[in-house]
């Protein structure tokens, strides 16, 4: 048995027979040509073809894996099409009376390579894909079929790296799993798999000489292995473990795609929990409606000085691209109480978490603030960003928010700054927020109830302290009936109301959260299709008469 390591693009486990694929070298010859127009004509006629297969090809990814995934050989068709690179081509043809095959050879090398040094990872990725659409331009010239991946059986594909168009070339019926040699984990290809739920492998030391090709092979995804020849312990370990994947998959493949829809016709948005764009890939996975908690103080935990307006924008700008038009509630730094950052350099406080932390934070240091906003209403422009501000006590709060963010407009304006117009909304997490939430309703577009703030301020239970856990008790009647309070006093002021902390994912209490009405939970990628399950089977009417009120 041979063992090698990769980075997970994508979990779960596959067994099945290895075919190490190869691209097949497309030799290119330089030849020396009289007529150069002819030469150019032959060149715009393959962009021609190309681009009419990427049209087919972006045709078969919208079906297959969505709009947002599928944009990639739209990308493609305007690389085709991009003046500099039809330029150069030409220009190359001309000057040196050469072949179109060597031009586009030659032109592809260049390109590749200015993406390959620029500092921006994104940019470095596009590398990848000019050389793709110069392979294409070549095999169409040459005069070849496309490339694609036939395999009699289906099989785990071991390659060097695979261009997103033969990802989405793969008959998914065929293929297991991939694993690669290079690739990067924000490419392209590494997306597409996510969304095929194909398990996958990255940076994977396995050697493509042919000694894995028609070998047993174990994909696991999960923690990053691809295991050759494997030894009988190993197999039934995996097999096992498969097996339970497999349990767990049926039960999410029967729900994705399905509405969250009660039985008596009452909708659910059901949205996800990140901290970090690197949970992004489960949130397509788990077939989110959207994210309504993203914890953007990760992206200050995680560095050493304030993030800055650029790092921030196009960081909220992948989230929205990636959710391709869904609504995307970004809170705006919760830091303090258990999150610390030693560059905010705090004063020490008795008692943190009813200390200077979230909105205070902001109010209180307005720079930081405006950097923070600036970033998310420029983001706004890519996508439906919301914005959600975290501790609120009061209306004067809200107000004074309202006065820094006209501001952060002015000033976007007058610098000729294109920003978008994000919803604004509060989380309700203190008992105030809670009591006076009929008054807040009049002043934002919606309420997100973070319940893990609201049980500690409300129980006077520190959330902190295990020590404390028999007395923390999530379902105490003060707050289900401060939720329910909360959601009445949202729909008589006609916003929308959600719920964030951790109860929201609570899967005992979603048909009580139906019946109270509330309109959105948000919750860890991985709930979202076990609380559908529950929507989908629940008549709220027919709870409501059949259960008594325990709060
Ligand atoms: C909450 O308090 O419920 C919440 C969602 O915020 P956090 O857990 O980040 O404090
Ligand atoms: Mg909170």
Known sequence: ?????????????????????????????????????????????????????????????????????????????????????????????KTQNINAEYAVAQTGDNFAEMFSSMDDEYMRGRAADVRDISERLLTVLHGKEEQSIHA????????????????????????????????????????????????????????????????????????????????????A??????QKEVEKKELLLALKGKENITLDGQRLMLYANIGNIKDLAAVLQNDAGGIGLFRSEFIYLEKDNYPTEEEQLQIYKTVAETLAGKRVIIRTLDIGADKQCDYFEMEQEENPAMGCRAIRICLTRPE???????????????????????MITSVKEVRRIKKIVEEVKKELEEQGIAYGEPEQGIMVETPAAAIISDQLAEEVDFFSIGTNDLTQYLLAIDRQNIALDEFYDSHHPAVLRMIAQVVENAHKAGIWVGICGELGADLELTQEFLAMGVDELSVSPGRILPIRKIVLETNVAEYKASHQKTW
Do not use: C, W
């Open 237 to 242: 370990k995996l097999k096992e473990a498969q």
């Open 1 to 93: 048995m041979q063992v090698y390591n990769g980075k997970s693009v994508f979990g779960g486990i596959a067994i099945g027979k290895i075919q190490v694929y190869s691209k097949g070298e497309q030799q290119v010859k330089r030849v020396k040509i009289e007529d150069t127009e002819a030469e150019i004509a032959r060149y715009k006629a393959a962009t021609d073809t190309a681009i009419s297969q990427l049209k087919g090809l972006y045709e078969k990814a919208l079906k297959e894996v969505g709009e947002a995934n599928a944009e990639i050989f739209e990308i493609h068709q305007m690389m085709l099409e991009d003046d500099d690179y039809q330029e150069s081509v030409e220009n190359i043809i």
């Open 152 to 235: 009699g059986e289906p099989v785990i594909i071991v390659a060097d790296d695979l261009a997103p168009s033969e990802t989405v070339q793969m008959d998914k019926d065929m293929v297991l799993s991939f694993v690669t040699v290079h690739g990067s984990l924000n490419s392209h290809t590494a997306i597409l798999a996510r969304t095929m739920s194909i398990p996958a492998l990255i940076g994977t030391d396995i050697p493509l000489d042919g000694t894995a090709d028609g070998k047993l092979g174990i994909v696991d995804g999960t923690n990053g292995v691809i295991y050759v020849d494997p030894d009988e312990e190993t197999l």
């Open 368 to 390: 930081v603030f405006k950097t923070q906003l600036r970033a998310l209403f420029r983001a706004s422009v890519f996508g439906k960003i919301a914005i959600m501000y975290p």
